[in-house]
């Protein structure tokens, strides 16, 4: 079955370490996107990339850093820098081409204690 | 301003009712247009694509006015599944970048 895949579902990790989250999609999708949801409020982008070796910034990249060294996978770290890093990370990709639909994972719950 | 603006919620009809959904977007450059539904703590998922034409799938009917920047969602014979957040997506720019508004949320009552 083709899908975006995130991976842990829950992750908990005390203040000041590093976490990566795992994105990884086999639908042959050029753009690839990390979002972070806080408690009702709406999806904020952190980085983008549109192809292979190649991302952009999205509003709130402060904290946070991203690789894209394959098609399927785009990793988002969380350092120690970001100061509220507890949130629900979301991961989605889409084609390259304008008027297509982003397909989302199914998110990491990331809680720092 | 936030590059993309919608309603605040939450909106609070009985089944059957119709609502209807804003949206503005502040930059001319955007290029497409979507709505997404999202249940609590779940994935976005695709409600449907807009167009400068209008579109329609059964009960929902979006629309796109480039000249005003505005999109709209309107639901009709509200279900009590239809209770979820629905959130407004614009494409622009080079980088395909997908900006979200902060969502309006829905809740049907019997």
């Known amino acids: 079955d083709g899908g975006i895949t995130q991976s842990p579902k829950y992750l908990f990790r005390k203040e000041g370490q590093n976490v990566t989250l795992s994105c990884e999609q086999n639908?042959?999708?050029?753009?690839m996107y990390w979002y972070r949801q806080d408690p009702g409020q709406g999806l904020r982008l952190i980085y983008y990339?549109?192809?292979?070796?190649?991302?952009q910034k999205g509003d709130i990249a402060e904290g946070y850093s991203v690789s894209r060294e394959k098609k399927e996978s785009f990793p988002l770290t969380v350092t120690s820098a970001q100061k509220n890093p507890t949130a629900f990370y979301l991961c989605?990709?889409?084609?390259?081409?304008?008027?297509?639909?982003?397909?989302f994972g199914q998110g990491t719950r990331l809680t720092v204690v | 301003r936030k590059e993309v603006e919608q309603d605040p919620g939450p909106f609070n009809v009985p089944e059957g009712a119709t609502v209807a959904f804003n949206c503005t977007y502040s930059?001319?450059?955007?290029?497409?247009f979507f709505w997404y539904r999202q249940d609590c703590r779940k994935e976005p998922k695709l409600l449907m694509s807009?167009?400068?034409s209008g579109n329609e799938d059964g009960r929902f009917t979006a629309q796109l006015n480039r000249a005003s920047q505005y999109i709209s969602l309107l639901i009709r014979d509200s279900k009590l599944s239809d209770s979820a957040t629905y959130l407004c997506?614009?494409?622009?720019?080079?980088?395909?970048?997908?900006?979200f508004g902060a969502g309006t949320r829905l809740a049907v009552h019997p």
């Open positions: 930059n001319s450059a955007s290029q497409s």
């Open positions: 807009v167009y400068s």
């Open positions: 989605a990709s889409k084609p390259g081409q304008m008027n297509t639909e982003a397909f």
């Open positions: 639908l042959n999708h050029d753009a």
């Open positions: 990339s549109q192809i292979v070796n190649d991302f």
């Open positions: 997506v614009v494409t622009r720019g080079g980088y395909n970048k997908l900006i």
